[in-house]
């Protein structure tokens, strides 16, 4: 439980081994009239020869495309992957990032089976295989990253960008040596990934401040593991966003009387430009509004401060729930 309190008023196995030719008796009688016969499958151990006595044929190798044809094969595919790689980089909130990394490792599965099947042209075969070797192992990570994004380890674009950093970076190298080597359409990555970060604001940092001109005083304890923000809303206007360290405590001072409803998300690497974290992100919202009330009396003035605490503790009285991100005040 959470802890809202106000210290002034309110307190075969597939069967393979069937497959295998099994011991044989003693030779059968030949046939009566005519020359003795074999029988067996085409092709198989001790069979006869396919067809009069000549060795089965095989498919000729296919021909190899020519420079042009190889370029409207690679042409037909480059605007789809690099359009869902753009598309990734450019997701936001974590839900339209899940789904883009999802179809971008769609889009470059699918480029890479396609492209798997072709003869490329003599002279590049070696750029060629590794290129569709590239496209693979990041359509692979992609989809490990998509769990991550989903169980809110990663939570933006950036973040993708750098869990999936050398990966990304081989198909870059792989796509420019097919480029340089007959200026073939392969740039489907035009981004770079960033080092992994750990930024943090200050203790008490307002990411909005809005007017603060009231009596009333609102006590965040924040004793979780992970960096916290507070938004408090009125209304449906942000009245207040402030940066809470983990194991730490701020008070904001005067607070306006009204009914405010306060969310927080936890996270780790605070993107300011972004506003929010991008990594290991989770949104949530205290159930119940609290009020703020100043009361003029003839001899006093009276009013609420309250506090509240972003971990559960024993004996808290206010619960919390989830949050979508996307309804999340950003």
């Known amino acids: ?152 380890d990663l939570c933006t674009s950036s973040a993708v960008l750098t869990d999936v950093d050398d990966k990304l970076t081989a198909l870059d190298k792989a796509g420019e040596a097919l480029q340089s080597a007959g200026d073939y359409p392969a740039d489907v990555v035009d981004v770079s990934a960033k080092k992994k970060q750990t930024r943090r604001l200050s203790n008490g940092s307002y990411i909005r401040k809005g007017s603060l001109n009231g009596r009333s005083s609102l006590q965040i304890d924040n004793g979780g593991t992970r960096d916290a923000v507070v938004t408090v809303v009125k209304g449906g206007s942000k009245a207040f966003s402030v940066y809470v360290r983990r194991k730490a405590k701020f008070k904001v001072r005067g607070v306006r009387d009204g009914s405010y409803k306060i969310y927080f998300t936890h996270g780790v690497d605070w993107d300011g430009k972004g506003k929010t974290f991008t990594r290991e992100c989770s949104f949530e919202r205290f159930q119940k509004s609290v009020k703020f009330k100043t009361t003029f009396t003839a001899t006093q003035i009276r009013w609420h401060d309250w506090r509240i605490t972003l971990h559960a503790i024993s004996g808290g009285n206010a619960r919390t729930a989830p949050v979508d991100p996307d309804d999340f005040p950003g």
């Open 1 to 152: 439980m959470w802890q809202v309190a106000s210290p002034r008023l309110i307190s075969c196995v597939l069967a393979l081994a069937a497959l295998t030719a099994g011991g044989c008796s003693s030779p059968a009688p030949a046939p009566t009239g005519g020359e003795p016969k074999v029988s067996g499958v085409a092709g198989g151990k001790g069979g006869a020869p396919a067809s009069g006595g000549a060795s089965a044929s095989t498919s000729p190798a296919p021909a190899a495309l020519t420079p042009e044809a190889y370029k409207g094969e690679l042409d037909s595919r480059h605007k789809s992957m690099a359009a869902a790689i753009d598309a990734l980089v450019a997701a936001r909130g974590v839900k339209a990032l899940d789904q883009r990394v999802s179809k971008a490792e769609d889009a470059l599965s699918g480029a890479a089976d396609a492209l798997a099947v072709l003869t490329p042209p003599d002279a590049i075969r070696a750029q060629h295989d590794t290129y569709v070797t590239s496209l693979r192992d990041f359509a692979t990570e992609l989809g490990t990253t998509s769990g991550k994004v989903g169980a809110r």
